[in-house]
């Protein structure tokens, strides 16, 4: 690994030699208040991709022409949009192209999902979850468990991290897998968590599901172009995830599913049908009985949400050119260097309790790093915003910082260092007026 150094020329040779660096251009960077500022939110909203508008403008252009025979005659007929966004999408999993569609958005995709491979019986009730999940996965189980005749107390176990710990221990998840041995479910995470950054091993934990006899999903909502995946490989059962974090596709775009094809064709699962899902050849007959697709297309409801779907394009277009693969290089690297640049800023403030949660193992984490402030005292954050840092601030305690190798560099990395340091000075010359930042006092 290089060896890092916390200088304006160091982070200026390495956008140099970065060949990845030419698609920071790719994408709308903010300007606010008059000034550009450092994102880091490439987790929670990603930037625009400066060819989203062509994208739009061409099926704006085509329905404008064509009306509804846009359909067929589109430069992208609309009747199969979906299908263009599959081999970007199956890639970014790791998965064969029967196994992914895009449809929805992520919650409702979950709850689709659940109704296929959430079937519990008196016996076998239990989902073995994340503590602290995400709200939106956690009401997702609750309602789910009750719309099946449960108690959510009872059929819900959480996995959370050992006492004094930040981070969930995969031997204690497997070990709540094997107690539960005989009344487990689901096993259903975050493949990367939201709130820690934590990258769990998909692959362990649903061999140990399947081991017992469960089902194992994933939320790839903090995953999906973050860190490279292998769904198939790993026998995962069912993922879905959004779209508008590191994919780039705008607020509440439309979301992705996996379903592996040991499931794809199994006509007898239990599933809520929609016209899109349909046999395909017979889809315009308007016939009855349901007869889904094979494979992950089964599972549509509705036709495809173009305009969206549009941006979207814009935005896997960009990851299949650059690869997976080579952006979770370039991220590991960017992210390491930001791990670097803050323990050495941080390091210089002993009195300042700011700390780093996000596993310092590589492997197990994306490109996120979350640091938590003491106590909770949102000012650091505040200034940190104010000083041009777009960051976001998750309660309680929480500031979660992405660097994202489709479009940040290491001068913004270096750059925020500075910022920190700055403010740091800042609070120790005001005598710590504020108390947000003292460890003892
Ligand atoms: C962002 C995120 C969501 C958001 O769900 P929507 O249905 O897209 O609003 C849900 N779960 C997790 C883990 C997330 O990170």
Avoid at 170 to 178: F, G, L, R, S, Y
Avoid at 245 to 254: D, P, T
Avoid at 280 to 305: C, D, I, T, V, Y
Avoid at 363 to 379: F, M, W
């Amino acid at each position: 690994m290089t060896r890092f150094a916390n200088t304006l020329d160091f982070a200026r040779e390495m956008d140099q030699q970065d060949a990845l660096a030419h698609y920071r251009q790719q994408f709308h960077h903010p300007i606010i208040d008059g000034k550009s500022v450092l994102y880091f939110t490439g987790n929670s909203l990603g930037l625009q991709p400066v060819k989203a508008k062509e994208y739009i403008q061409q099926e704006l252009d085509d329905w404008a022409k064509w009306g509804v025979e846009g359909h067929f005659h589109a430069t992208n007929p609309w009747v199969s949009y979906h299908e263009i966004l599959t081999p970007a999408s199956a890639q970014l999993v790791g998965a064969n192209e029967s196994e992914v569609v895009c449809m929805n958005s992520l919650t409702t995709n979950l709850h689709l999902l659940f109704v296929s491979f959430y079937q519990p019986t008196a016996k076998r009730f239990k989902i073995i979850s994340e503590a602290k999940m995400f709200p939106s996965d956690r009401y997702l189980l609750e309602t789910q468990v009750r719309h099946h005749g449960f108690d959510p107390d009872e059929a819900i176990i959480e996995i959370a991290p050992r006492e004094g710990e930040y981070l969930i221990r995969e031997e204690d998840i497997i070990a709540a897998v094997n107690d539960n041995a005989d009344e487990l479910a689901l096993l259903f995470f975050g493949g990367v968590n939201y709130f820690t950054g934590q990258l769990f091993d998909m692959r362990r934990l649903t061999e140990a599901a399947h081991k017992v006899g469960a089902l194992a999903g994933f939320d790839l909502a903090h995953a999906i172009g973050n860190v490279p995946m292998q769904l198939h490989d790993w026998d995962v059962d069912f993922a879905a995830w959004c779209t508008y974090k590191y994919l780039n596709a705008s607020a509440g775009n439309v979301g992705g599913i996996f379903v592996h094809d040991r499931h794809g064709d199994n006509t007898e699962i239990n599933r809520f049908g929609g016209w899109w899902g349909h046999n395909k050849s017979r889809r315009f007959l308007m016939e009855n009985h349901f007869e889904p697709m094979s494979g992950a297309e089964g599972w549509q409801l509705s036709n495809a949400p173009v305009m969206g779907m549009a941006i979207l394009k814009a935005s896997l277009d960009i990851f299949q050119q650059a690869d997976i693969n080579v952006l979770r290089a370039k991220s590991l690297k960017l992210t390491a260097y930001l791990e670097f640049v803050f323990n050495d800023v941080i390091g210089q403030f002993p009195d300042i309790n700011l700390e780093i949660i996000t596993p310092t193992d590589p492997a197990r984490r994306g490109c996120q790093l979350s640091i938590r402030l003491a106590g909770t005292n949102k000012e650091f954050f505040q200034a940190l915003t104010q000083a041009g840092v777009i960051a976001d601030f998750r309660e309680p305690d929480v500031i979660r910082l992405a660097p994202t190798p489709l479009y940040n560099c290491f001068e913004d990395v270096y750059q925020l260092g500075q910022t920190l340091k700055s403010l740091a000075q800042d609070w120790q010359t005001k005598g710590w007026q504020t108390n947000g930042w003292r460890t003892n006092g």
